[in-house]
Structure formats: C-alpha cells, structure tokens
C-alpha cells in the first residue's frame, strides 16, 4: 500500500496535566520542545492548545502566536492546527486566533456528550467559526464524535461553507460519546468514501483505545492521531515517556502495514495546503 500516512499529534489539549503525567507539555517552551520531538519522530501537524501557566486551559490569542512562531522556527514546513474546542473558551472567543492564519484549525460541527458536560456546538457558532476560516484561509479539520457530524461536514462543504479541501477526524472513545466500535468505524470510512470521495480522514482513539484506532485507521488507509492530549500512557502500567514516544508508536503501526509515513510536504499535498513561504 503506497499510500503516505498522515500522522498527527495532539501535544497538550485541555485535560492532561502534569499530575497525570509530567511529560504533558504546559508552558509554551515546553510545547514548542515536545512537538519538535515529535515532528523529528515523524508527526507532520501539530494540534494545538494553550494553557496558563497554571495548566488552566485558554483561548488566549497572544499564547497560540507564540506556540505558532516557536512550532514553524523548529518545525519547518510542519502543518500547524490550532483547536477552536469548547473546553479552552466560550463563544466566538474560541475563534480568536484564527487570525493568525493557521495552517488548519479543528472545527466541531455538532454537539454531544462529554464524561461530564455537553459539548455545545451551536449552528449560528459553527457557521461563524467556519466563515472565520474561510475568511482567514484556514482549512478544518471536522472533529466527529457522531455520525450527524460526519454528515453535516459533508454538507457543510457541498454548500462551500468550509474553506479548502475537506478532512474529517473521527473521534472515538469519549465518555458518553461515540466508543471505539469497530462496526461503526468501517461505517464512517464507508460513509465518506461513498458520499465524499474525494475527502481525506483520520481517525483517533481517546485513552487506551488510542493505540486499537491508530491501527484500525492506519490499516484502511487513513491518516491518524496520536499524542498526550488523548492519552498520556504506552500501557496500563506505563506513562508516555513524551509525545515522540507516542508518535514512534505510531510509526511501527505504519511499517507493519508498509505505509510509509508522510513527510510534511507530502501532508501539504494529500490535503491541498501550500509551503509556507
């Protein structure tokens, strides 16, 4: 199978802190030193949030600037997505990055079910974000916990609501969400393969069911995430050493299935994003 896989890491999300794991990078010097390993062991974008220095999470703009100069100084041509998730903001306030023009940004089309809250995306909150990307050039990413979602991004994109190529993550494991079900997984990689073939996927598994869905994905010939934000352990018994150690994880998976991993320039192809001048 002569087919690049696109590796992502998810370096410190909203949840994990260093009391769960000390290698969860927090400060922005820590980010920037934990995606460059993770880029030398093979990720080609970098999802990305910020924290205080508290480990709060935080939409704050002037952060995310910061992360995104220090990721293109030691990451060149690395594929930068900044999160526009509900646990870092409320409101249009998780947009207010997107005008420092990310490569991408995720964007969740539907709401759901987290272990302790709803997930609120509403429809006039999802349009804007997606017009705030169209207007700054920033291709989504669709975060889809739900099989609506994987369809309102389908439609989203027929009607040209969504800038650039289309790219859907399905999101499986979350509490309460969808669980890393193996029927519904070959359903949504049918799914878009018959309603929007010329999208790419990925796929990630939250917790232990990181590594199940890397492989699932990897195997059909999507791309896949990986990294602390979804799960800060190799096993049971064992922390992460780093988000590198989770990404050569990853890699192994791709040798076992002959997919060469894609390089950063080979990302920008497969999902119609140009070099970084």
């Known amino acids: ?49 910020v924290r205080m220095e508290d480990g709060t999470p935080t939409s704050d703009p002037e952060r995310f600037a910061l992360l995104k100069e220090g990721i293109e100084k030691r990451c060149p041509g690395m594929i930068i997505q900044l999160s526009t998730g509900g646990r870092s903001g409320a409101g249009q306030a998780r947009g207010g990055m997107l005008h420092l023009k990310p490569d991408m940004a995720s964007l969740s089309v539907g709401s759901n079910n987290f272990p302790t809250r709803v997930y609120e995306n509403p429809p006039d909150l999802v349009n804007w974000l997606a017009g705030e990307m169209r207007k700054y050039e920033v291709v989504p990413e669709i975060e889809a916990f739900d099989l609506s979602h994987i369809l309102q991004a389908i439609r989203l994109h027929s009607e040209g609501k969504l800038y650039g190529s289309l790219y859907v993550q399905f999101v499986m494991g979350v509490k309460n969400a969808m669980p890393a079900d193996r029927e519904v997984f070959d359903f949504y990689v049918e799914t878009i393969k018959s309603r929007a073939p010329d999208a790419q996927w990925c796929a990630a598994g939250i917790g232990p069911n990181q590594i199940v869905v890397n492989e699932w994905a990897i195997a059909a010939g999507g791309h896949t995430r990986t990294g602390l934000e979804d799960n800060v352990r190799l096993d049971r018994d064992t922390l992460a050493p780093s988000n590198a150690a989770l990404v050569r994880r990853t890699v192994e998976i791709c040798e076992k299935y002959d997919r060469p991993v894609a390089t950063p320039a080979e990302a920008r192809k497969i999902l119609g994003l140009p070099m970084p001048t």
């Open 1 to 49: 199978m002569n087919n690049p896989c696109i590796i992502c890491v998810a370096i410190t999300g909203s949840v994990p802190q260093k009391s769960d794991n000390p290698a969860v990078p927090i400060t922005v010097e820590e980010q920037v030193e934990s995606t460059h390993e993770a880029f030398e062991a093979g990720a080609s974008i970098a999802h990305c949030h």
